[in-house]
């Protein structure tokens, strides 16, 4: 950088009545502030590694005299307004004010997807009927061809059947009620074990098939056997996302209501209050008038009664 001295223009006139003209400054003694490049690399000038820290350390929080500490340079504002300084510092707010819109834009997209997700694709619970729903009598299903129901306990395969009736020395300890269970079959309505019921069965799905649905995991708990799939609170979600877009215009530009709402009372209630208290304000006022009338006459009474008591 080059400085060179700059004085105003002389005007042309006599300074007093007897002075002598005053002489002109030279055009090379005006003043010029010219950032001169550098001789080497001109406008291209790279960053030292300190100055390349430095400007990553303005990047977090803006802050030039704590930048330099944490870089290990002397506070000096000459050095911020180099041009290479100065380039690199835009170019890292630049990217920080596009990493910042990424980011919202992200967190935009995981609420909308929590919210629009369908719990159903992570688990769900079936109801499905339960062993004795229906068994069947296997010797009138021979003979006749026909189901006729009664409510022993159903195996799924003649392998399960074989396996209970070798490990009770022949016998079926609940019944015969035949095989071809599965639980996707519905309940029956008439089983007196489960009332028409069923059995209850919480069922976790592959997570590898999840579309959206998986933003909506929180997160898996295991206990007893069982996997529970703990989901994100889907109204709590809804908040949040119409806070980011504002929605709530109230919030965003800091209204106030002009009352205050305690004890769950909403504004349909405060405005009744307030139009009975104006409804009223007659029949308060006879009220008032009266209730003074009373003192009055009272007053008036014993003023009147006071000489009597008086001459008794």
Not at 22 to 43: F, N, Q, V
Request: aromatic share 8%; proline share 4%; glycine share 8%.
């Amino acid at each position: 950088m080059t400085l060179k001295k700059e004085l105003p223009e002389p005007e042309n006139v006599q300074k007093g009545s007897f002075g002598p003209r005053a002489t002109p400054i030279p055009d090379e003694a005006k003043l010029r502030i010219t950032l001169e490049k550098d001789t080497e690399t001109g406008e291209t000038k790279k960053l030292t590694f300190q100055e390349e820290t430095l400007c990553l350390e303005f990047a977090k929080d803006n802050n030039w005299i704590r930048a330099c500490k944490r870089a290990g340079l002397k506070t000096s504002t000459d050095l911020r307004m180099q041009p290479h300084i100065r380039k690199r510092l835009e170019e890292l707010h630049a990217l920080k004010t596009a990493r910042h819109a990424i980011e919202a834009e992200a967190i935009t997209d995981y609420l909308f997807n929590v919210l629009t997700a369908d719990p159903n694709e992570l688990a769900e619970v079936v109801t499905g009927a339960c062993r004795y729903c229906w068994g069947y009598d296997i010797s009138h299903f021979a003979r006749h061809g026909e189901y006729k129901y009664n409510h022993h306990y159903q195996f799924r395969t003649k392998d399960e059947q074989k396996r209970v009736k070798d490990a009770n020395n022949g016998k079926y300890p609940n019944g015969n009620g035949g095989i071809g269970y599965t639980k996707d079959r519905a309940p029956n309505p008439e089983c007196p074990y489960c009332d028409g019921r069923g059995e209850t069965n919480y069922i976790v799905k592959d997570t590898n098939t999840f579309s959206n649905a998986r933003f909506l995991i929180k997160g898996l708990k295991i206990q007893n056997g069982q996997i529970e799939v703990q989901t994100h609170d889907k109204l709590k979600a809804a908040d949040m996302l119409l806070r980011t877009l504002g929605a709530y215009e109230a919030d965003n530009k800091q209204k106030n209501t002009g009352f205050t709402i305690q004890g769950g009372i909403d504004a349909e209630t405060v405005k009744l209050i307030q139009a009975g208290a104006h409804a009223r304000e007659d029949e308060v006022k006879t009220f008032a008038d009266n209730r003074l009338a009373e003192l009055n006459a009272r007053l008036i009474n014993g003023a009147t009664d006071e000489p009597d008591n008086q001459t008794t």
